[in-house]
């Protein structure tokens, strides 16, 4: 069984990942990810945390510019190496936090349960700010940014639009559920078929 979650930024992706692994009893990759594809592709970890799941608009209008045979962006390798990361991860059960991970598993045959997590913004401004990630930003610019390179990556390498519910199965609201009403809900949902797996 091997699970996905999409989510807004500070939607509890992380938090709600980390609970159903505990509950199911499966490990569960997120920073993971960042290491064994730094560790593959060459990269470092600030680059693949930088560039693993965001794209600026000018920087993929430079990749499509400049997109020949002999023209390979960093975000285009780091992408491959991610991708070879994620079928790595995907040949045991586990639960895989973002990364285009429920696109690129589907595309490669893997048979997954793919989650979307998202919340109101005031919601999520507030728990933006409990995370203290913004630096010297204010928090709703910083939150409206990482939405927007995250759909923005997620858009050109998948074609698809991130929070479109025909790519998930579940679309959970995390202020109305709470992050561990989302667990519950989850797991009662997951339980028996990650038995069965």
Known sequence: MVITISREYAAYG??????LSEA???E????????????????????????GESISNSRQFINQFL???????????????????????????????GRCSNIILREAGVETFDIFLHAPKDFRIRRCEELG????????????????WRGTYYHAYTG??????????????????????TIDVLVGILKDKVKKA
């Open 160 to 181: 698809h639009t991130m929070g479109n519910y025909h790519d998930y199965d579940i679309s959970l609201n995390v202020e109305k559920l709470t992050p561990q009403g």
């Open 67 to 97: 997109g020949t045979s002999a023209y390979n962006s960093s975000y285009d390798a780091i992408f491959q190496a991610q991708r070879d990361v994620l079928l790595e991860f995907a040949k045991q059960d586990c639960i895989i936090v």
């Open 133 to 148: 990630e913004y630096g010297k930003m204010d928090p709703e610019k910083y939150l409206d940014r990482c939405d927007h």
């Open 14 to 19: 992380r938090s709600v990942a980390k609970g």
């Open 24 to 26: 199911l009893g499966i």
């Open 28 to 51: 569960y990759y997120d920073v993971d990810v960042i290491r064994r594809t730094a560790k593959v592709s060459g990269y470092s970890e600030e680059d693949v945390t930088r560039e």
